[in-house]
């Protein structure tokens, strides 16, 4: 196994700070995707953040059912904003989703 690169080593940093009580499970999955290639041009705190919101909002929220009911998907992120909070909140994050926050 090689060492890790600084960039992992940055997000597994950042992921750690943002997310201290989160699951081994969703930490890895987070993980994998802020370290996704078209990520790789952001800050690893970015990465993560945006890594973070988006697996939340597909694993632990309805966001999938309602764009699957026909709400576009800028209706059905503020729908599932409270959820995503509350995940987060349980998982003792340092920051909260707003509603002025541009993803």
């Not at 992992?8 to 994998?32: G, Q, S, V």
């Not at 632990?60 to 009911?69: F, G, S």
């Not at 800028?74 to 995503?84: L, P």
């Amino acid at each position: 196994m090689s060492a890790p690169t600084g960039r992992r080593r940055a997000i597994a940093k950042a992921l750690t700070a943002l997310l201290p009580l989160a699951p081994y499970a969703d930490m890895e999955k987070i993980r994998a995707d802020a370290g996704a290639v078209h990520m790789k041009s952001l800050p690893p705190t970015i990465a993560v953040w945006l890594a973070t919101i988006a697996h939340i909002r597909h694993v632990h929220t309805d966001y999938e059912k309602l764009l699957a009911e026909g709400y576009d998907r800028d209706s059905a992120r503020f729908f599932v904003m409270e959820q995503t909070n509350i995940v987060l909140t349980r998982w003792r994050a340092t920051r909260l989703l707003e509603d002025n926050d541009e993803e």
